[in-house]
């Protein structure tokens, strides 16, 4: 973060739990003492269980995580399956926003199918007091993302990790014009948070990345820092 002039993140306990993966009491551990640094928990249908809802629930009372996160594609599940409702039910209670990955899933053994930013919609629709923010701006279904935002005004989407290490020039030119459509098409930078998903994506090359984006110094605020400081309460 130093190395970057990065004032302020967010950090995501993983839906799974080894030895590379810490659990998110693990993470919240690790990260006590440093001030500036949240966490956002991942929540997993098959590695979480009652007791780890109550935990998140502690967790939320005290402020401790300041969102949720679940993994359809790596999960074989739908975002809308009931089997996630108390965890939809947990983030409007608390008033805080409820990740979903959305997209590409970099294991091979995922299932895209349940990863469409298109499932989004039923989640919005039935949950109109959540607050939904599409992971990875849907990637590659970047206009459906865009039409379930211009729809649903309680939909955001982020920009993270939509590359493995740096971005090669052919595909920022690509992505830059991706991002310019959604902004057009949305119609509000409002609804669109800055992301990296580091250590995935290198946080120098995504800073570099968005420096090229044509924005004026209000949407760049807003998508940089601004709007995830609302939507978190940062």
């Given at each position: ?120 919609d039923d ?62 098409y949305a ?13 995935i994506s ?33």
């Amino acid at each position: 973060m130093q190395l970057n002039n990065v004032d302020q993140a967010i950090i995501i306990s993983s839906y799974k739990i080894n030895e590379e993966r810490p659990s998110t009491g693990e993470v919240l551990s690790s990260v006590e003492k440093y001030d500036k640094i949240k966490v956002v928990a991942g929540y997993s249908i098959s590695n979480h269980d009652e007791d780890s809802i109550k935990e998140y629930e502690e967790y939320l009372k005290n402020g401790k995580i300041k969102g949720l996160k679940i993994y359809p594609g790596y999960e074989h599940y739908y975002p809308y399956d009931p089997k996630y409702q108390k965890i939809i039910d947990l983030c409007i209670e608390y008033d805080v926003p409820l990740m979903i990955h959305t997209g590409d899933t970099y294991t091979p053994k995922g299932k895209i199918r349940f990863a469409h930013p298109i499932n989004v919609d039923d989640v919005a629709v039935d949950n109109p007091e959540l607050k939904v923010i599409i992971c990875h701006l849907g990637n590659p279904w970047f206009l459906d993302c865009q039409e379930i935002i211009y729809k649903n005004k309680n939909v955001y989407a982020d920009i993270s990790g939509l590359v493995l290490g740096d971005f090669t020039e052919f595909y920022e030119k690509y992505l830059v014009g991706k991002i310019t459509d959604f902004l057009n098409y949305a119609g509000e930078p409002e609804y669109l948070l800055y992301g990296t998903d580091w250590p995935i994506s290198s946080m120098k090359s995504y800073l570099n990345f968005v420096s090229k984006l044509d924005l004026n110094q209000q949407e760049r605020d807003l998508i940089m820092y601004k709007n995830s400081q609302r939507l978190f309460k940062l």
